[in-house]
């Protein structure tokens, strides 16, 4: 009884084969098995508990600390028939119950190993997750890599090349519905001269660039062209909030 726990003023514990152990007198208190002495003291109808337990084929030792096996308890409860013992039973098999059987413990924080068994257990689980994180770590490395590379890169690309990249990620878009969708969403300009040129808004989110270039007519004159191009930060940017976009979709459909 090493790991004998108080919760909500209910003692328990797991035992050698796994069952959780509730203390016979703090369940009798929350079933409401009790009865008021003229003077105001609260006592037990022990008489009563036991006779369900003796119906049960459960002997008890007559021992202060008795316990008993949560499917004693359960039979225990259903002779229980009043509003205190439905709510001491819904804390129980709700909340105490499920969370001894899952962890062994009730745990509200974390607690040091108390014998050499506890320890090992302790270690040995420390290291399988050490295992698991390390490889998730490097099964995510390539992907990482290329999401650093391609956001700290000074290489641009335009909207079509960044639709052509959305289409092998399965992203059913095209140039004509990209610009559609970037104008919609407030990273094009919708009118005027600046018609498809990047907001301030994707300026300052550093998602866009305008790129200037000059070209020389026939005639000799100097044409200043502007074109909106995607910077490395804004590949991953649009590419994420595409593929979430799709994920969400999805769980709304499922």
């Excluded at 390539?142 to 289409?167: C, R, T, Y």
């Excluded at 970037?182 to 998602?207: F, I, W």
Aim: proline share 3%; net charge neutral.
């Amino acid at each position: 009884m090493s790991n004998l726990l108080t919760i909500k003023n209910v003692r328990g514990f797991i035992d050698e084969n796994g069952t959780a152990q509730l203390n016979l007198e703090d369940v009798a208190r929350g079933l409401g098995f009790t009865e008021k002495r003229p003077n105001g003291a609260e006592y037990i109808r022990w008489g009563r508990v036991v006779e369900y337990l003796d119906n049960f084929n459960f002997s008890t030792s007559g021992e202060n600390d008795e316990f008993i096996p949560e499917n004693i308890f359960y039979r225990l409860a259903m002779k229980a028939k009043n509003e205190t013992a439905e709510k001491f039973q819904a804390i129980v098999a709700d909340e105490i119950l499920p969370a001894i059987r899952k962890t062994g413990t009730y745990l509200v924080s974390p607690q040091i190993p108390q014998t050499l068994p506890e320890a090992l257990r302790a270690y040995a689980t420390e290291v399988e997750n050490h295992i698991k994180a390390k490889a998730l770590l490097e099964e995510q490395k390539p992907k990482v890599l290329f999401a650093d590379s391609v956001a700290g890169s000074n290489e641009l690309i335009s909207v079509n090349q960044l639709s052509k990249i959305l289409k092998q990620k399965s992203v059913d878009i095209g140039e004509k519905r990209l610009f559609v969708w970037l104008r919609e969403h407030g990273y094009l300009c919708q009118a005027g001269d600046d018609y498809n040129l990047p907001t301030q808004r994707s300026m300052d989110l550093k998602v866009m660039e305008i790129k200037k270039s000059s070209i020389t007519t026939g005639k000799g004159d100097i044409l200043v062209t502007r074109t909106t191009k995607i910077t490395g930060k804004g590949s991953i940017y649009f590419i994420n909030k595409f593929l979430n976009a799709e994920k969400l979709e999805a769980s709304n459909e499922s």
